[in-house]
């Protein structure tokens, strides 16, 4: 019963991929396009095409919906509306039989199964990779166990197999292929997705998270019963609440909903600033409120964490962004990699200005985060930048954050209540080390002094740089570059155009041609415009595609606006 649907999976990819592949291509063609493409018109297509692999991405199942999520941290690579849409898939899917469950248990555990008794029959919950059941211990603890779904491995390791077939081909396409790397981005979700099958990973997360808020009564995560936790077993402490979204419930209790909102925010800021360390799927199905108010996370499967190199370098971000210094900001992005060195920044910031003016100036929209999260999207999708993926989960673990903050308090701002949060990090020194804060007064003298001494360096070196400039002149070694990046590109465009309109004007001559032949009395000459039109036509698609690409960047805002 099970080797038929395997065989015939891998065709059920590849058909998903073709038809993606032949939408795409759809969206792309101008004629496609009622009445004439407009922006609205193409976000409008692109959003139901976003939706569409959604769904199918759920159809799939376990594998594809954790690929799903893995790309929604590529906004280099896809488009902002598929990262939007592949961020929210969340899957539930009805429960495998009880008798599955107690074989994998024993089979996992052994004789470690007669700890457990009680095992309630009905799960808690039920998702393409697991279910929950509960149960009580002979000691009288009550927990929750956490049952992989049968099967799972192989199904994984024969889809990413396919994807990997997939991304070789797509690699090898001259247009989608270029500047990006779709057989290392189906790699790493290869080993990604596998280690998220070993539930032992899982445990370890969830032990380490709880230990950062130990010493925090309003934060409560579930302790990890290590002796009954395994591959495809997570034993958990049983930690019951409110929904967090359920206000009604919340009221009822006597808990206020706007405290609940400025402690996740503050927990949620800690997680970042503090430790480097954060929950990653922050929706609100992994979270809850216990009966005295303190805020409990779920489900530790999807964690991420800030590396060293972007901890040293977020102090001096935040400074740049809190002072809307768009250059400074650029520069540390840069440092960061974030940005190609090779890259001409005057662009980006130019972009980076325009973000900062809009997200960045009182009274802060309700939305602040979600909206600095689809500037960064368009700003990265289709240029020269590779944003890490942590910095992706980061925001889009904020930005669903605030839209649970907001649901419990209408008024919720998190950047508000990340002030005082932000405000060490900027005063703080530029090492990893520095992130937790120091004296105020000892930092801002190391920063007056580690400008004043590269300012000292640079005025030093001012008459051997005028030596050498003045002996390439009498040498006549001297080169002066102009940078004229935005004219030669309209001037480029022109003459695509002109190529465009000439070779478009060349097809409907053939045209005219074919059609009187056609009624002519010798009809079969009808084939020599025809044939002579198939070079000409597919040259002027490549015309077509050529400006389309370098329309995007004229589309973005803050393009026609000065340095």
């Known amino acids: 019963m099970i080797a038929r649907p395997l065989f015939w999976r891998p065709l059920r990819i590849w058909w998903l991929a073709l038809r993606l592949s032949l939408g795409l291509w759809w969206d792309g063609q101008s004629w496609s396009y009622p009445g004439g493409p407009t922006p609205e018109r193409r976000s409008q297509r692109a959003r139901r095409r976003a939706r569409w692999l959604t769904a199918e991405f759920l159809a799939l199942g376990s594998a594809f ?50 700890e457990i008794i009680d095992l309630d029959p009905k799960p808690l919950g039920s998702a393409s990779l697991a279910q929950v059941h509960r149960a009580s211990l002979r000691s009288g603890r009550q927990v929750v166990l956490k049952v992989q779904r049968p099967g799972l491995e192989h199904l994984f390791r024969l889809d990413l197999e396919v994807l990997q077939q997939v991304a070789a081909l797509v690699q090898r396409h001259p247009r989608w292929g270029r500047g990006r790397d779709w057989i290392g981005i189906a790699k790493e979700c290869r080993r990604v997705l596998l280690r998220e099958l070993d539930f032992r990973l899982e445990a370890e997360h969830a032990a380490r998270f709880r230990q950062q808020f130990l010493d925090d009564p309003g934060i409560r995560i579930p302790a990890v019963i290590w002796e009954l936790s395994a591959r495809r077993v997570l034993c958990l402490d049983y930690v019951p609440g409110i929904k967090v979204t359920d206000r009604q419930a919340l009221l009822e209790a006597g ?14 800021l800690q997680q970042l600033v503090r430790f480097g360390f954060f929950h990653a799927d922050p929706h609100p199905g992994n979270l809850a409120v216990a009966p ?75 939305n602040v985060i979600n909206k600095l999260s689809g500037d960064l999207y368009a700003l990265v999708y289709g240029q020269p930048f590779r944003v890490p993926p942590e910095l992706i989960f980061v925001m889009r673990a904020l930005s669903t954050f605030e839209g649970v903050g907001r649901s419990l308090d209408p008024g919720f701002s998190l950047v508000s209540i990340a002030r005082p949060y932000l405000l060490p ?21 190391g ?62 001559g053939l045209a005219v041609a074919a059609a009187l032949l056609a009624v002519s009395a010798r009809p079969a000459l009808v084939a020599v415009p025809l044939v002579l039109g198939v070079p000409v036509g597919l040259s002027w698609l490549k015309l077509q595609a050529r400006l389309r690409r370098d329309g995007r960047l004229d589309q973005l805002p803050g393009m026609g606006s000065g340095q």
Do not use: N, W
């Open 65 to 114: 919906i954790k690929l799903g999520q893995l790309l929604s941290a590529r906004p280099d690579v896809l488009p902002a509306e598929l990262v939007e849409e592949l961020a929210l898939l969340q899957d539930s899917v009805p429960a495998f039989p009880f008798a599955v469950v107690q074989e994998l248990l024993e089979a996992e555990l052994a004789e470690r199964c007669a």
């Open 255 to 268: 808990i206020d909903p706007a405290a609940v909102a400025e402690k996740g925010a503050a927990s949620y």
């Open 292 to 366: 005295d108010g303190a805020l409990i996370y779920y489900d530790f499967g999807m964690m991420g964490q800030i590396s060293g190199r972007l901890r040293s370098r977020l102090g001096r971000m935040v400074r740049a962004a809190a002072g809307r210094d768009a250059g400074g900001l650029v520069q540390e992005l840069q440092a960061a990699g974030v940005i190609a060195a090779e890259v001409d920044p005057g662009p980006v910031r130019r972009l980076v200005r325009v973000m900062l003016a809009d997200a960045l100036t009182p009274p802060f929209s309700a």
């Open 425 to 445: 990090l900027m005063t703080s020194s530029s090492g990893p080390g520095g992130v937790g804060g120091g004296p105020g007064g000892s930092d801002l003298f």
């Open 447 to 508: 920063e007056l002094s580690r400008q004043a001494a590269e300012v000292g360096s640079r005025a030093l070196g001012i008459p051997r740089r005028l030596d050498e400039s003045l002996l390439r002149i009498e040498q006549g070694d001297l080169q002066v570059q102009i940078r004229a990046g935005e004219t030669d590109r309209l001037l480029r465009r022109l003459a695509l155009a002109q190529q465009s309109a000439g070779q478009s004007m060349l097809l409907a």
